[in-house]
């Protein structure tokens, strides 16, 4: 018997899991599978839009949300059994697998040990190689941190990798349910899986194997996953799309979901066979994003708005100091009401930042050029 709604339990593998099953019995299935450290909801604005073509079913990996921990250490291996033990007992054969960074990784992983069960891909803001030495010893040392400083500064620093420079403005509040989702992440878990991030395997080497539709999917401002990842994966993934975000970060499903969810519905349907057939929400979707595409001369304003706030951004981080000073500047940064900095304004702006540099300088005249 199906249940259909949000945060059903089962039990897979002897653990108690939290996931969601929305849309039609008969329908086409998407698996969700979220990014590290958040959860299920994460895919709220997916699952909106998806339900009407699609039976959707969006899980919380195991120590995060509502899904316990276990016993056993954390491994990609051990989340690929718990996605592969979810579709047996959920009796799904096959499936569309879509997965965000660390959902990505067990993505990747599942497609090389299960190749048969998926039908389709969408890798987003992810990628198929596994940690650098370097890499491996910045998670050791973030791990030390959490248990010295506690979730909150973890949080804190989080933010600022996850997130392009201008949500930080005009997406405060998902930045705001995103930090809630860190802070409710037990410390035994964060830690738990930064040990998994950093032990796992690399799965570039099976790329070539791949057989089913792929979409790659990334933020054009991902610091986390850049850019040249998502192109090496499209490189050696056969008839694969690759589509850049635009305004968004590493979590380009929550910055930028219009365009996001536009590309995935388009894949969707293209995998599914049905490109004809558009239901009234893919238009409502296809009609709110096209409202939101921009001309040459507002695309060049909005980029020069995300350079201006990384600027101001810089300051503040390595010069707390002056932060009182950018606050009393006559033309600052953007804020909720007015978020953009426009051309117009851009000469205002560097005068009345150059201003407020100098009466820094006066005031504090001694001072590291």
């Known amino acids: 018997m199906r249940y259909i709604g949000t945060d059903i339990e089962t039990t897979i593998n002897h653990l108690s899991v939290s996931y969601t099953d929305e849309g039609p019995d008969d329908a086409p299935v998407i698996i969700l599978i979220h990014g590290f450290p958040f959860t299920k909801s994460m895919w709220n604005k997916q699952v909106e839009v998806l339900i009407e073509r699609n039976r959707v079913i969006a899980y919380d990996i195991r120590g995060h949300g509502n899904s316990p921990a276990g016993t056993e250490d954390f491994t990609i291996e051990l989340f690929v059994n718990d996605l592969i033990g979810l579709m047996d007992i959920l009796k799904i054969e096959t499936a569309m697998l879509c997965g965000l960074s660390l959902g990505g990784y067990i993505a990747l992983n599942a497609m090389e040990n299960y190749p048969k069960r998926f039908n389709a891909l969408v890798l987003c803001d992810t990628t198929c190689a596994a940690d650098t030495p370097e890499a491996v010893e910045k998670r050791m040392m973030t791990i030390k941190n959490i248990e010295k400083f506690g979730v909150e500064t973890y949080a804190n620093e989080s933010l600022k990798n996850l997130f392009a420079p201008e949500s930080f403005v005009t997406s405060k509040k998902r930045i705001g349910v995103i930090k809630d989702m860190i802070l409710k992440t037990p410390v035994k878990m964060l830690t738990s899986t930064l040990h998994a991030l950093a032990s796992r395997k690399e799965t570039c080497s099976t790329l070539q194997k791949i057989r089913v539709p792929v979409l790659i999917l990334v933020g054009e401002e991902d610091k986390i996953t850049p850019l040249n990842a998502a192109q090496q994966m499209q490189k050696n993934i056969a008839g694969s799309i690759l589509h850049s975000i635009e305004h968004a970060g590493h979590l380009s499903n929550i910055e930028n979901p219009y365009e996001f969810n536009a590309e995935l519905v388009k894949f969707a349907a293209s995998v599914n066979h ?15 994003y096209n409202s939101r595409k ?28 002056l932060s009182k000073y950018l606050d009393e500047m006559p033309v600052t940064i953007p804020s ?21 540099l100098n009466k820094y300088k006066i005031e504090f005249p001694i001072i590291e050029e």
């Open 274 to 288: 049905q490109p004809g057939k558009n239901s009234k929400r893919d238009q409502l979707v296809s009609e709110v």
């Open 294 to 321: 921009i001309t040459k001369y507002e695309k060049s304003e909005k980029e020069l708005n995300a350079k201006i706030l990384r600027i101001t951004m810089v300051i503040k981080d390595h010069y707390p100091e």
């Open 336 to 356: 909720e009401k007015d978020p953009e900095v426009t051309l117009n304004l851009l000469k205002e702006y560097y005068e009345s930042l150059h201003s407020i």
